[in-house]
């Protein structure tokens, strides 16, 4: 492994470089696989402990676990890539809208669930709806994870190392993009095939805490790096060098750190894009944003599944607002290093995009005087229209004459008062492929032509400004870790889906019981972990395409698909008490095909506000059924009936006083005496934590306070 990572000597300082980075590096990862492996080594007896960690987790383990299975690549590669691009400090509300959403699943989701006694949380459907809600949200959550989920954040953390450690060979093979991708879904198969969540969890443990002191790291060293950089260079990433803006920048910047990354960043440092934003437009904030958070905490699988395996209500609920809390900081440590990126690497993300845009941009050059509908148009992202605008400007009057389209009207059309150039251009590019006649291709296998490549913001901190000496080391370990936690986790949810709403409601028998159900459960959770890491590898690379907008856009916008429709589901099953059963599946079923409508027929209409109309419509046939056609009965959540604890110990004393059993079965009476739930430890179990209300507040009034100092 040594030889492999840390083998030779790169461009531009991307290697470790000093033996304290490798010893840091593995000294971690063997910390991290010691106490996952160590703590886990008796997880996989049966379905409980694999998969739920024997409903055990205290609210620490809980917290830093949500924040390491949540913070990974996505974060640092995805958001920090938006930092740097204009949409700036807004991509925040992602993280502050999620604090306020923890606060919320702590008190109106998680007792709920609890109460429920679930593994996953399809099952709360059929709780609530019928069993064909259950199998078509498992479905749609399983493709999710392994389809988008699973391979985003293998992409993302693989481009990470891909750009680190770029041009490094190893006996003639390039550690290269596919390389990193099957690198980090193997560590991520083994982490989970052999510990389950508990190993997820105590790995999270370290990763977690050790993700937020790697975050100040790079703050620390970016903003140290930005005082001392040269002035005209930082200048040059606001305005062209020769201007005279640049020289008034360069003047401006005869200052501290922190003053020049105010001066240089003013325009990104708000939270309130434009209403015509395609990423997150202001109007997003009143609805649209909460659904993803909403459903992202309180209904994904992957994230929800370490608070089901709390060890009680009041446990779960104090990791939700401790996590809530954290989730406050993550802005700093990772969006405000992104803009700083784009103000000393500017010239190296153009550099990397134009080379990406290559072929794209060679071919207009040789077809722009001669407009043809018949070969593929040319589409570009906003940021090539706000590096090069004469030049998008004339890919666009090449797509309208090709398409005897007049190209003034469409600029007149989506025109607002305030409206940016490349803003403009961007929309007028969607009016055009609205307009474009059914077949007609935009983009030589759907390329799109890119300004900056935003997502290497990150790796190129690491690789340019992290130093040596046990720092670099560090932060390659926490990152690696980190993605492979996420990953980890996402692969036990999948497989947790499968296998409980899949193969164990509708493949294997019912006449099969005891432990060697449980056994063949776990067998069954573990090798699809495999098959679902195989894809994952597989698919990963496809995330390289410009034409996602950034991997952290690309992951929100995919599970616009069913996160409404699930999101409906619940809140009007919680609510609602008289609609009737078949809704469940109207929900689920009815929210990825209105989405593709609205995506196909309305394509200026952002994907947040997208999510925001499919829901409202959903309601509001939800509201319609409960009016015209409701239940007879009004739904009331059921919850679990146990004996008393003196109860329990005479049923059991009874059973082992059989002269007939087996040794097997013995050993499970003697596991049924500790571990079943009693009337009195679940009346403990349910009880809610006042201190986590007090702080779930703060964490709300904090987070306000946040969006009122940044909004303008």
Same mark, same amino acid.
């Given at each position: 492994m040594s030889s492999l990572l840390f083998a030779a000597e790169v461009a531009q300082q991307n290697s470790l470089g000093s033996l304290n980075d490798v010893v840091v590096f593995f000294v971690f990862l063997a910390a991290v696989i010691f106490v996952a492996f160590g703590v886990s080594r008796n997880s996989g007896h049966d379905s409980e402990s694999y998969f739920l960690a024997g409903r055990g987790l205290k609210w620490w383990l809980i917290g830093f676990s949500l924040i390491a299975a949540n913070i990974s690549a996505?974060?640092?590669? /995805?958001?920090?890539?938006?930092?740097?691009?204009?949409?700036?400090?807004?991509?925040?509300?992602?993280?502050? *809208?999620?604090?306020?959403?923890?606060?919320?699943?702590?008190?109106?989701?998680?007792?709920?669930?609890?109460?429920?006694?679930?593994?996953?949380?399809?099952?709360?459907?059929? @709780?609530?709806?019928?069993?064909?809600?259950?199998?078509?949200?498992?479905?749609?959550?399983? *493709?999710?994870?392994?389809?988008?989920?699973? @391979?985003?954040? @293998?992409?993302?953390?693989?481009?990470?190392?891909?750009?680190f450690f770029q041009g490094t060979q190893v006996g003639g093979f390039e550690l290269?993009?596919?390389?990193?991708?099957? %690198?980090?879904?193997?560590?991520?198969?083994?982490?989970?095939?052999?510990? =389950?969540?508990?190993?997820?969890?105590?790995?999270?443990?370290?990763? /977690?805490?050790?993700? *937020?002191?790697?975050?100040?790291?790079?703050?620390?060293?970016?903003?140290?790096?930005?005082?001392?950089?040269?002035?005209?260079?930082? #200048?040059?990433?606001?305005?062209?060098? =020769?201007?005279?803006?640049?020289?008034?920048?360069?003047?401006?910047?005869?200052?501290?750190a922190w003053e020049r990354f105010s001066i240089l960043n003013e325009p990104k440092l708000r939270m309130n894009l434009p209403a015509w934003d395609l990423v997150i437009p202001v109007t997003a904030l009143i609805v649209g944003i909460w659904i993803p958070n909403l459903y992202y905490w309180g209904l994904n699988q992957y994230i929800i599944q370490r608070t089901l395996g709390s060890k009680s209500l009041g446990e779960g609920q104090k990791g939700l607002v401790f996590a809530a809390f954290m989730k406050l900081l993550i802005p700093f440590i990772v969006i405000f290093p992104?803009?700083?990126?784009?103000?000393?690497?500017?010239?190296?993300?153009?550099?990397?995009? %134009?080379?990406?845009?290559?072929?794209?941009?060679?071919?207009?050059?040789?077809?722009?005087?001669?407009?043809?509908?018949?070969?593929?148009?040319?589409?570009?992202?906003?940021?090539?229209?706000?590096?090069?605008?004469?030049?998008?400007?004339?890919?666009?009057?090449?797509?309208?004459? #090709?398409?005897?389209?007049?190209?003034?009207?469409?600029?007149?059309?989506?025109?607002?008062?305030?409206?940016?150039?490349?803003?403009?251009?961007?929309?007028?590019?969607?009016?055009?492929?609205?307009?474009?006649?059914?077949?007609?291709t935009f983009g030589e296998k759907e390329a799109t032509i890119s300004g900056y490549d935003t997502d290497s913001?990150?790796?190129?901190?690491?690789?340019?400004?992290?130093?040596?000496?046990?720092?670099?080391?560090?932060?390659?370990?926490?990152?690696?870790?980190?993605?492979?936690?996420?990953?980890?986790?996402?692969?036990?949810?999948?497989?947790?889906?499968?296998?409980?709403? *899949?193969?164990?409601?509708?493949?294997?028998?019912?006449?099969?019981? /005891?432990q060697t159900r449980q056994k063949k459960l776990v067998a069954i959770g573990r090798i699809a972990v495999v098959v679902f890491v195989l894809i994952g590898c597989i698919v990963a690379p496809i995330w390289a395409d410009p034409k996602y907008r950034g991997v952290f856009t690309a992951i929100q916008e995919f599970q616009g698909y069913i996160s409404p429709g699930i999101f409906a589901a619940f809140v009007v099953g919680f609510w609602m008490k008289k609609v009737p059963n078949y809704y469940g599946v109207i929900a689920l079923v009815g929210c990825p095909v209105l989405y593709y409508l609205l995506a196909t027929f309305v394509p200026e209409l952002d994907f947040l506000n997208r999510m925001a109309v499919v829901f409202g419509i959903l309601v509001l046939i939800a509201v319609v059924l409960n009016a015209v056609a409701p239940r007879k009965v009004a739904f009331v959540q059921p919850s679990p009936e146990f004996p008393t604890d003196a109860e329990l110990k005479t049923q059991i004393d009874e059973a082992l006083a059989a002269?007939?059993?087996?040794?097997?079965?013995?050993?499970?009476?003697?596991?049924?005496?500790?571990?079943r739930m009693t009337a009195e430890k679940w009346a403990t179990f349910l009880k809610d934590s006042k201190g986590a209300k007090v702080f779930g507040v703060i964490v709300i009034i904090v987070t306000i306070c946040l969006y009122v100092i940044y909004w303008a």
């Open positions: 996505e974060q640092f590669v /995805g958001m920090s890539g938006q930092g740097s691009d204009y949409i700036g400090l807004a991509i925040a509300s992602y993280e502050w *809208i999620a604090a306020i959403s923890l606060v919320l699943v702590a008190f109106f989701f998680l007792p709920r669930f609890l109460k429920s006694g679930i593994y996953t949380i399809p099952q709360y459907l059929e @709780t609530r709806y019928n069993r064909s809600a259950r199998t078509v949200m498992s479905i749609f959550m399983m *493709i999710m994870l392994v389809a988008v989920n699973i @391979t985003v954040v @293998t992409y993302a953390g693989a481009k990470a190392y891909a750009v290269n993009l596919k390389f990193f991708c099957w %690198l980090i879904g193997i560590f991520a198969a083994l982490y989970i095939f052999a510990g =389950g969540l508990k190993a997820c969890a105590w790995a999270d443990l370290l990763q /977690g805490s050790a993700l *937020i002191v790697a975050g100040c790291v790079v703050l620390y060293f970016t903003v140290k790096k930005l005082g001392s950089a040269d002035p005209v260079l930082l #200048a040059s990433s606001v305005a062209p060098q =020769g201007t005279a803006e640049h020289s008034e920048l360069v003047q401006q910047l005869s200052c501290g992104g803009m700083i990126a784009f103000n000393l690497f500017h010239e190296e993300m153009n550099q990397s995009a %134009l080379r990406d845009s290559k072929v794209e941009i060679d071919r207009f050059h040789a077809l722009k005087d001669e407009p043809d509908a018949s070969y593929p148009l040319f589409q570009f992202n906003r940021s090539y229209a706000s590096y090069a605008p004469d030049q998008a400007y004339e890919m666009l009057e090449y797509d309208a004459a #090709a398409l005897n389209i007049d190209l003034k009207d469409v600029i007149d059309d989506v025109h607002r008062e305030g409206m940016e150039t490349s803003d403009e251009y961007i929309l007028s590019l969607i009016e055009i492929k609205k307009r474009a006649p059914e077949g007609v913001a990150f790796p190129l901190l690491m690789s340019r400004v992290v130093p040596t000496g046990g720092f670099k080391g560090f932060m390659l370990a926490a990152l690696l870790g980190a993605i492979i936690s996420s990953v980890a986790a996402m692969l036990n949810a999948a497989s947790t889906i499968f296998t409980m709403d *899949i193969y164990d409601a509708y493949i294997l028998p019912k006449k099969i019981e /005891g002269t007939d059993l087996s040794d097997e079965q013995r050993r499970e009476l003697e596991y049924s005496r500790e571990h």
